[in-house]
Each structure stands twice: as C-alpha cells, then as structure tokens.
C-alpha cells in the first residue's frame, strides 16, 4: 500500500462515519428519502458557490450548497404544509426541479465551470489525494481529508453534546417538546448537519453513495439491534468495512470507488437482509410458519375438546373436518403428541389430562382476551418452539 | 427562430419530429400511469425504480455487448421489476419502514449500475461508448423506432386502463372493499406496479435515470389539483406530460447547450407551480381570496352582532348610536359598516347609525342558522 491508497481508504473511512451519524438518526425518523433530496439538490447551491469561490473545497462553497440543503427541506415541508399533495410527492417534486436547474446551470455555463454533473454524482475518490492542502509551503495531506475531517469533529461534538436531545425527540417527540427540547430545533439542526456532510462529502465519493452510506449501514444496524448507541456504533462499523472493502473491491475490478462501495454495502445489506437474528428474512418467514403452526395446534386442541364421539376423532378424519392438508395435519398431530397434549389409542386422539388444562386455559383466554391470561400460557407455547 | 418557423421545422425536420413526438408520448404515458403512482402515495417509487433499473443496463450490455436499445430496456424492466419487489420485501417482511427500503433500493442499485458502468468503460470494446447516456437521458438519440416502441406501449397500457378501469379505480379508493368483492388484489397490484415500472424504463434513454421521477409525479400533481374525478384526472396528467415534452422540446432545441430532460422537467414543474397557485378549487390563490373573503364575512356578523346587542337594550331597535361605540375589536372596520348599509341592516345619519327592522333581524338570527350568509 503506497501512501496515497492509505489516504484515500482514510477518507472513505471518515465519510462512512460522518454519513452513518446523521444516516441512523434520518433512518429512525422515517426521513430517509430526504437525504436522497438533498443529495440532489445541492448542486445549484454547489454551481452558484462554484461561480463566486471557484474552488470546490472552498467553506463557503460548502456552506451555501448545505443551504440550498436546507432551503430544500423547508420548501418540501411548505408544500406538505398546503395539503395539495402528500409528503412524498412534494419530495419528488422539489429536488428533480432544483437538480434541472443545476444541470441547466452548468450545462449553459460549461465554459466557466470546470464542474462535471457525473462527478458530483458519482464524486472521484481516486483523484482525491492529488489535491492537496498546503499551509504555507507544508503538505499537510489531502485537502478532502481536511474538509470531512472538520465535518466529521462538528458531528460527533453535536452528537456528544445533545444526544440526549436527539434520542428523545427521535422516539417521542411529544414527550421531547414537552420537555422544553425545541423539535424543530433538533430537525433543522440535524438537516444542516446532514446537508453539510453531503457537500463535504460528494466531492469525495459523489452524491449516490452519500446517499448510500447514510441509508444502508443505518437499516443494517437497525435489523441487529434496538438499542440506540449499539446502532450507532454498529452502522459505524458497517461503513467503514464497506469503505475499506468497496476500495479493494474497485481496486481488483478496475471500476468507480463510489461504485464498488455501494455494492459492498448492498452485499452486506443483502446479508443481513436475510440472516440477521429475529428481524430478518430467513427468521421472520420461520417464525411466521411456527405461529402458523401453533394456531393450527390450538384449533385442533378446540376441536378435540369440543368433540367426544368417536367419529370426529379420528386420524383420518380431522383431515376433512379441519380442512388441512395431510402434511400440515401430521406435523400438527406430531407436535401434539410430541407435547402430550393427546393421546392415540387405535387411530382415535384424545386429549390428556394436560392437553385438556391447557385447552380450557386457551379458551379463557379467548373468552376474556386479557392479556394477562396469555402471560401464563406463553410458557406452555414456547414449548413448542423449543 | 420563431414560433411559425419552428413548428415547420417540427414537420419537416426528421430528427426534431421524432423527440417531439418521443416526448410527447412519454410525457402522456408517465402522466397516466403517475396519476396512480401519486394517489396510491407511492410516489417516490418512480425515483427508486429509475435508479433501480440502471444495472439492469449494464448487465444486459455485458451479455449481449448490443447497444439496441430495446434489448437494454428489457434489462431495465427486469432490475426494475427487482427492485420493486425488493422494496415491497423489506418493507412487509421487516421492520425497516418504507422509505428506508426506498432509500436503500436506490442507492444501492445505482451504486451497483455505476460499478458496472464504470467496470465496462475499462472493458477493451469500442461499444461500449454511449450508455451513460441512460444516466441523464438524450432525447437527441432517439431514432422513429423508439418512438415506435413508445406508441405500442402506449397503446397497450391505455387498453388494459379501459379494460381494468373499474377494478384500478376500486384498488385505488378501497383495496379492502375492493378484496371483499372478490377481486383480485395483489393481480391488480402487480398489474399497476409493472406498468408503471415500464412507463419509467421507457423514459430513461430520453429523461434519464435521475430524473424520471419528476416525469412521472409533475404531470400528475398538477393534474391533481384541477379535479377531484379519477378520469379527469388521467386524461388532464396525460396532456400536462405531453405538453411538458412538446415545449421542453422546444426550448431546448432553440438554445444550444441545453439537455432536453431537465428543460422538460422545469416545465412541467411550472405547469405544478401554475396549478398550486391558480387551481380554482385547491389553488392557493384562491383558498387565500376565500379565506380573506370568509373573515370579512365574519367581521360583518361580529359588527353587526355587536349592534344588535347595543339595539336590544333599548325599546325602539332604530335608536341611533355614535359610530363611535364600534371599536375595531368588534370587528368594525369603514368597509364593513358602508356594507352593512349597502345590505339594508344599518342606516348611517351622519355620526349616527341605527339598525333597520330588517338588520335586526338577521342579527337575531345571527346564531341560529347559517342560512342567512348568502343573502
């Protein structure tokens, strides 16, 4: 690894941070496709800063492109406001119209501007440590670096210092405003934090992955976990391993860094999707099968209860009777036993005596439909799952 | 160039001909189909599908190194038929919400469209120059055979909107009434889903990934706010497409350096602004005159209220009184009382009023009913 290599993996690294803060925070306010919004409708805000700085590192620069960030969630919140149409319909509306401008702006000022609309969507890591920050006449690396490094301290200061502010108006915003936190000072707050982090970071690795790495490593990490700082931490983790992954990845394939990044970060997503404990795929699709399974095993405990004769208690009967198919009936039948919930004495099942305990228990339950009945009952459920 | 000149040239010239009538067409079909994208709320679905169908690009140029675009459209439709039913994944099967799955899709289908694109430029073909014209589209490319395929699809999404018209409209207003009746919901679900994900793919050698999202919604905002029918509401999106296409067309291809795509979307955003502001109904123009109108209104009954209490202490109800009593927390402004005149409730005798039999009235009435506002 030469030296520029460790530098572009350093500055990878440091915006996959200071995406993945603001990025859980969006995630667990349902705000997510805002960061989408104003990934693209930074680039008026970034071709007139460029006219008056010319220099894309410059604060200014950065300041005014996060503003049009910001004008831009004003203006879709004043649209909702007018009830003409829904909120995610004013979304749609306002960042393609500012992104025309944009492109319309460079595309009648292409002289002038040494901006590239594919650049600022898909940024140039690659080329980010040939341009460097010097202070007088000292290298002092590269000047992207320097940029995301200042963002990223701002952050996680803000983070540190109004935590507790964010994480109750994150989950309770009532109980937040009526706390004396002013919610739509933490809103505009975490807007700006989140617009600045796209300016400073689209230069880097472009508007699409800002995007990326704000919204994936957060829905990661919230498939892991319910707890707030293990989220953060583990979305943290989850973009800097795509970071460093991504790099190696485009490295071997000869493609856009941005590019490999985000399909690091769609494997990994793609992973957990599937495999993560309790919330996901693979574990809620069983686990929707084993209640399945249980009702089943409850109405057919009614059933036996509610009938006596013999008729109605035959093996081969309780096909028909409950309509299921005979797969479904035998597992059902299997757990039953497997429980000694019933008896079968010559093809006829009878409940025994704990079946039938558990039987009238279930039907209190349903009687009542008390919560506090089920309570004692979900020992015996669990029985199954085990 | 002006108008006359230009619209000869739109029947002569062959290349400005076929983009019109591209244009055109896309703008009426992405309106139709926005109009359900935006009342079943899933607006930003178009955005998501857009980026989503970028890989499908890249993979189908890399299996069959042709740049036919009918063949990497089909690409499209595929990866955006994925992504669609990716997003619908996560959003029943987890806990993620809707716009996370949106966000997600998007980003990570771009940034996997973009890997590969950049993976093919390095690719020792001389084909492979142009796709990135998928990203912010060039209506310029379009040959009369696209506009062909254009037409077709066209056609045959209007045919199954006549055909399903009923069972749309009932999905649309009452998914649950319309499953009570025996429809078959997730079949009409995935029938709109699919079309709409092939009116998006049709627009992206022409709009772009990027902004096909607003070709889709713009039409259908505006067209929203004109009427409250469903019918209307489709034919009005469909001609706000057309003309957005036909005049972004037009303004591009009279300056240089202007890309047709984002033109198209800054004039059907102003046909949105235009239709916020002037729509006789929703506009708001006109809820602002409406309210002003509504607060006069209520002035006047608040004036005359304040009168009919001042009258009511006395035996003859005409006795005058200094206009001096009414002060502006009764809602007395110089407007309202020349009104009250004009309507015959009060009679002015200098600095003096006095309330008519007929005011009197009214006033009493004032808290009773409301039928008295419109005379």
Request: hydrophobic share 50%; proline share 2%.
């Given at each position: 690894?030469?030296?520029?290599?460790?530098?572009?993996?350093?500055?990878?690294?440091?915006?996959a941070?200071?995406?993945?803060?603001?990025?859980?925070?969006?995630v667990?306010?349902?705000?997510a496709?805002?960061s989408?919004?104003?990934?693209?409708?930074?680039?008026?805000?970034?071709?007139v800063?460029?006219?008056?700085?010319?220099?894309?590192?410059?604060?200014?620069?950065?300041?005014?492109?996060?503003?049009?960030g910001?004008?831009t969630?004003?203006?879709v919140?004043?649209?909702?406001?007018?009830?003409?149409?829904?909120?995610?319909?004013?979304?749609g509306?306002?960042?393609?119209?500012?992104f025309?401008?944009?492109?319309?702006l460079?595309?009648?000022?292409?002289?002038?501007?040494?901006?590239?609309?594919?650049?600022?969507?898909?940024g140039?890591?690659?080329?980010?440590?040939?341009?460097?920050?010097?202070?007088?006449?000292?290298?002092?690396?590269?000047?992207?670096?320097?940029?995301?490094?200042?963002?990223?301290?701002?952050?996680?200061?803000?983070l540190?210092?109004?935590?507790?502010?964010?994480?109750?108006?994150?989950?309770?915003?009532?109980?937040?405003?009526?706390?004396?936190?002013?919610?739509?000072?933490?809103?505009?707050?975490?807007?700006?934090?989140?617009?600045?982090?796209?300016?400073?970071?689209?230069?880097?690795v472009?508007?699409?992955?800002?995007?990326?790495?704000?919204?994936?490593?957060?829905?990661?990490?919230?498939?892991?976990?319910?707890d707030?700082?293990?989220?953060?931490?583990?979305?943290?983790?989850?973009?800097?391993?795509?970071?460093?992954?991504?790099?190696?990845?485009?490295?071997?394939?000869?493609?856009?860094?941005?590019?490999?990044?985000?399909?690091?970060?769609?494997?990994?997503?793609?992973?957990?999707?599937?495999?993560?404990?309790?919330?996901?795929?693979?574990?809620?699709?069983y686990?929707?099968?084993?209640?399945?399974?249980?009702?089943?095993?409850?109405?057919?405990?009614?059933?036996?209860?509610?009938h006596?004769?013999?008729?109605?208690?035959?093996?081969?009967?309780?096909?028909?009777?409950?309509?299921?198919?005979?797969?479904?009936?035998?597992?059902v039948?299997?757990?039953?036993?497997?429980n000694?919930m019933?008896?079968?004495?010559?093809?006829?099942?009878?409940?025994?005596?704990?079946?039938?305990e558990?039987?009238?228990?279930?039907?209190?339950?349903?009687?009542?439909?008390?919560?506090?009945?089920?309570?004692d009952?979900?020992d015996?459920f669990?029985?199954?799952?085990? | 160039?002006?108008?006359?000149?230009?619209?000869?040239?739109?029947?002569?010239?062959?290349?400005?001909?076929?983009?019109?009538?591209?244009?055109?067409?896309?703008?009426?079909?992405?309106?139709?189909?926005?109009?359900?994208?935006?009342l079943?709320?899933?607006?930003?679905?178009?955005?998501?599908?857009?980026?989503?169908?970028?890989?499908?690009?890249?993979?189908?140029?890399l299996i069959?190194?042709?740049?036919?675009?009918?063949?990497?459209l089909?690409?499209?439709?595929?990866?955006?038929?994925?992504?669609?039913?990716?997003i619908?994944?996560?959003v029943?099967?987890?806990h993620?919400?809707s716009?996370?799955?949106?966000?997600?899709?998007?980003?990570?289908?771009?940034?996997?469209?973009?890997?590969?694109?950049?993976?093919i430029?390095?690719?020792?073909?001389?084909?492979?120059?142009g796709?990135?014209?998928?990203?912010?589209?060039q209506?310029a490319?379009?040959?009369?055979?696209?506009?062909?395929?254009?037409?077709i699809?066209?056609?045959?999404?209007?045919?199954?909107?006549?055909?399903?018209?009923?069972?749309?409209?009932?999905?649309?207003?009452d998914a649950?009434?319309?499953?009570t009746?025996g429809?078959?919901?997730?079949?009409?679900d995935?029938l709109?889903?699919?079309?709409i994900?092939?009116?998006?793919?049709?627009?992206?050698?022409?709009?772009?990934?990027?902004?096909?999202?607003?070709?889709?919604?713009?039409?259908?905002a505006?067209?929203?706010?004109w009427?409250?029918s469903?019918?209307?509401?489709?034919?009005l999106?469909?001609?706000?497409?057309?003309?957005?296409?036909?005049?972004?067309?037009?303004?591009?291809?009279?300056?240089n350096?202007?890309?047709?795509?984002?033109?198209?979307?800054?004039?059907?955003?102003?046909?949105?602004?235009f239709?916020?502001?002037?729509?006789?109904?929703?506009?708001?123009?006109?809820?602002?005159?409406?309210f002003?109108?509504?607060r006069r209104?209520?002035?006047?009954?608040?004036?005359?209220a304040?009168?009919?209490?001042?009258?009511?202490?006395h035996?003859n109800?005409?006795h005058?009184?200094?206009?001096?009593?009414?002060?502006n927390?009764?809602?007395?402004?110089?407007?309202t009382?020349?009104?009250?005149?004009?309507?015959?409730?009060?009679?002015?005798?200098?600095?003096?009023?006095?309330?008519?039999?007929?005011?009197?009235?009214?006033?009493?009435?004032?808290?009773?009913?409301?039928?008295?506002?419109?005379?």
């Amino acid at each position: 690894m030469n030296s520029a290599q460790i530098e572009i993996q350093l500055i990878a690294s440091l915006v996959a941070i200071a995406c993945a803060i603001p990025g859980t925070f969006l995630v667990l306010r349902k705000m997510a496709m805002i960061s989408d919004a104003i990934s693209h409708s930074i680039l008026p805000g970034l071709v007139v800063g460029f006219f008056i700085t010319q220099d894309l590192n410059s604060p200014l620069l950065i300041l005014l492109a996060a503003l049009t960030g910001v004008i831009t969630v004003i203006l879709v919140e004043r649209i909702q406001k007018t009830g003409l149409v829904k909120e995610d319909t004013a979304i749609g509306l306002v960042f393609p119209a500012l992104f025309s401008i944009g492109v319309i702006l460079i595309a009648k000022n292409a002289n002038d501007v040494h901006l590239d609309v594919d650049a600022v969507l898909l940024g140039e890591l690659a080329f980010a440590p040939f341009d460097r920050l010097i202070i007088s006449g000292v290298d002092v690396g590269p000047k992207s670096l320097w940029v995301i490094g200042i963002i990223l301290s701002v952050t996680i200061t803000l983070l540190i210092a109004f935590f507790k502010e964010l994480k109750i108006s994150t989950f309770d915003a009532g109980l937040a405003a009526s706390l004396g936190f002013s919610p739509a000072l933490i809103h505009y707050g975490l807007m700006t934090v989140a617009s600045i982090t796209t300016v400073g970071s689209f230069d880097a690795v472009g508007a699409i992955l800002v995007v990326a790495l704000m919204i994936a490593p957060a829905a990661c990490a919230y498939l892991l976990t319910t707890d707030l700082k293990k989220m953060l931490g583990l979305a943290i983790i989850f973009g800097v391993f795509s970071a460093i992954s991504g790099y190696w990845l485009a490295h071997w394939l000869d493609a856009s860094i941005a590019g490999s990044i985000t399909t690091m970060l769609g494997l990994l997503f793609l992973f957990i999707y599937l495999f993560a404990p309790n919330k996901g795929l693979i574990a809620v699709i069983y686990r929707e099968k084993q209640q399945r399974i249980e009702v089943s095993l409850l109405t057919f405990l009614l059933h036996l209860k509610n009938h006596s004769e013999e008729r109605e208690r035959h093996v081969n009967h309780l096909q028909e009777h409950i309509n299921w198919q005979k797969v479904r009936a035998k597992t059902v039948l299997e757990l039953a036993l497997k429980n000694n919930m019933i008896l079968i004495d010559n093809k006829i099942v009878s409940l025994t005596q704990k079946g039938d305990e558990f039987t009238s228990k279930a039907i209190d339950y349903i009687i009542t439909n008390e919560d506090a009945q089920i309570e004692d009952m979900k020992d015996d459920f669990f029985l199954f799952r085990g | 160039m002006d108008i006359k000149e230009y619209i000869e040239l739109v029947f002569s010239d062959y290349t400005l001909r076929t983009i019109t009538l591209g244009t055109a067409i896309l703008g009426a079909v992405t309106g139709m189909l926005g109009s359900f994208a935006v009342l079943r709320k899933q607006s930003l679905l178009g955005d998501a599908i857009s980026h989503a169908a970028l890989p499908g690009i890249a993979i189908a140029f890399l299996i069959t190194g042709s740049k036919d675009s009918n063949t990497l459209l089909i690409g499209a439709l595929v990866s955006g038929l994925i992504g669609t039913f990716w997003i619908r994944g996560i959003v029943t099967k987890t806990h993620l919400k809707s716009d996370t799955a949106l966000g997600l899709i998007l980003s990570l289908f771009f940034g996997f469209g973009m890997l590969l694109l950049t993976f093919i430029q390095k690719q020792p073909n001389a084909n492979q120059a142009g796709l990135d014209k998928y990203l912010f589209g060039q209506a310029a490319t379009l040959l009369e055979s696209d506009v062909w395929l254009m037409a077709i699809i066209t056609g045959i999404c209007l045919l199954v909107l006549l055909f399903f018209w009923k069972e749309f409209k009932l999905f649309l207003f009452d998914a649950d009434y319309a499953k009570t009746l025996g429809f078959n919901t997730t079949f009409i679900d995935v029938l709109i889903t699919s079309f709409i994900v092939l009116a998006i793919v049709l627009g992206l050698q022409t709009v772009g990934v990027v902004l096909m999202s607003a070709m889709l919604l713009a039409p259908a905002a505006a067209a929203r706010q004109w009427t409250n029918s469903l019918t209307n509401m489709v034919v009005l999106a469909a001609i706000f497409g057309a003309f957005s296409g036909v005049f972004g067309t037009a303004i591009s291809a009279s300056q240089n350096n202007l890309s047709t795509g984002p033109v198209i979307v800054i004039v059907a955003s102003v046909f949105v602004i235009f239709s916020f502001i002037f729509s006789p109904s929703r506009g708001l123009l006109f809820r602002q005159i409406r309210f002003i109108a509504n607060r006069r209104d209520l002035e006047l009954q608040k004036t005359l209220a304040f009168m009919y209490h001042i009258a009511e202490t006395h035996e003859n109800i005409s006795h005058p009184h200094t206009i001096k009593i009414l002060n502006n927390f009764q809602g007395y402004t110089r407007k309202t009382l020349k009104k009250l005149v004009d309507k015959n409730y009060v009679t002015l005798d200098g600095t003096m009023w006095s309330l008519t039999e007929k005011g009197f009235e009214t006033a009493a009435n004032l808290y009773n009913q409301q039928a008295i506002k419109d005379e």
